[in-house]
């Protein structure tokens, strides 16, 4: 039977699809390497890294170079494995309430799960509180607009590789002005910018189906939107 929609155990049923080249995570590892662009090198040794959402471990690959320990936080057991098996140091955990301790991480990243959470603002929340002061978080989601829904939905379903069926609830999708003003309140100025494939890329993959994908920066945050900030000392 199919799942409802944004149901956590499509993640069971798709576990073999992480790493899969061209499979139906594929617009995830693209999103990944966007993600890592904004996170600088470590500064010190033993640095920490906590990974909301790791899924299957896809910003690993772009973790270990920059020197972070890699702390990987997840709901689904096998999701949690594979992310193990690249060198992810897993905690079965609700991304509203991480055990771990208040400033913990160098730097928290918050991809691609806030449009998969009941309360998005708690999870931001959590996410500065485990900063350290002058701590990075970096985050990516989709935005709560007709747009948004258009492409992560209704287009984005229909191709191969960018969403699979059912993945998302567009009820769940985030304003920008509501992290904004949840990051504030815990310290953390939150910059926002838009995020979008580069056409070039997608078209050659989607007709080729090898080599990557490219993400861009974006004026326009009505799709899909990063956001940055430093928790201040």
């Given amino acids: 039977m199919p799942l409802p929609r944004n149901d956590v155990r499509q993640y069971e049923q798709l576990s073999a699809q992480w790493w899969r080249p061209g ?106 509180r485990l900063l350290r002061p002058g701590g990075l978080l970096v985050l990516d989601t989709v935005n709560a607009t007709a747009r948004a829904r258009f492409i992560a939905v209704t287009v984005a379903e229909r191709i191969p590789g960018l969403a699979p069926k059912g993945i998302h609830d567009p009820s769940l999708f985030v304003p920008p002005e509501l992290l904004v003003n949840a990051c504030a309140k815990a310290g953390v100025a939150l910059t926002v910018r838009g995020l979008r494939p580069a056409a070039g890329s997608v078209l050659r993959w989607m007709l080729l189906r090898r080599g990557d994908g490219r993400m861009v920066a974006s004026r326009s945050v009505a799709a899909l939107y990063q956001g940055w900030g430093v928790k201040e000392a």
């Fill in 23 to 128: 499979g139906k995570f594929e617009m995830l590892r693209w999103i990944a390497k966007a993600r890592a662009s904004l996170i600088p090198p470590a500064i010190r040794p033993g640095a920490v890294l906590v990974d909301l959402g790791c899924g299957g471990g896809l910003l690993a690959p772009y973790v270990k170079p920059l020197g972070y320990a890699h702390v990987g936080v997840d709901l689904v057991n096998v999701s949690l494995q594979m992310a193990r098996d690249h060198d992810v140091m897993p905690v079965r955990a609700d991304v509203h309430s991480v055990p771990l301790a208040d400033g913990c991480a160098d730097v928290v990243s918050a991809g691609e799960i806030l449009e998969h959470v009941t309360n998005p603002s708690t999870v931001v929340t959590e996410a500065c």
